[in-house]
Nanobody, 126 residues
Framework: QVQLVESGGGLVQAGGSLRLSCTTS????????MAWFRRAPGKEREFVAA????????YYADSVKGRFTISRDHTRNPVFLQMNNLKPEDTAVYLC???????????????????WGQGTQVTVSS
């Protein structure tokens, strides 16, 4: 059984930083892409960042470009999302996703991913 578990969320003031982690278990091979999405109250789930596992190429939503960084170390676990200069509009549940056969054109689309974590809450106060 594949599981993704996020951690690192919390309450932070505007301008602060948080580092989220996503730990996977049960995957029999390396994913093609790992990604972070977020879901704010009353809004649709939206893409935040994606990482091509093999090339380590990264992709970001315009709203977080220059402030957030997705990365991984040399092992399968974990995948990180470093979030700097946080804004109140970043408040959301952040979800980790793993895609086994994701292609580049689907890297920012939630339908491109096979497995999802439960999410971790990030709250940014003004």
């Amino acid at each position: 059984q594949v599981q993704l578990v996020e951690s690192g969320g919390g309450l932070v003031q505007a301008g602060g930083s948080l580092r989220l982690s996503c730990t996977t278990s049960g995957l029999t091979g390396s994913p093609r892409y790992m990604a972070w999405f977020r879901r704010a109250p009353g809004k649709e789930r939206e893409f935040v960042a994606a990482l091509n596992w093999g090339s380590r190429a990264t992709y970001y939503a315009d709203s977080v470009k220059g402030r957030f960084t997705i990365s991984r170390d040399h092992t399968r676990n974990p995948v990180f999302l470093q979030m700097n200069n946080l804004k109140p509009e970043d408040t959301a549940v952040y979800l980790c996703a793993a895609g086994l056969t994701t292609i580049l054109s689907m890297a920012s689309n939630s339908r491109g991913y096979n497995y999802w974590g439960q999410g971790t809450q990030v709250t940014v106060s003004s």
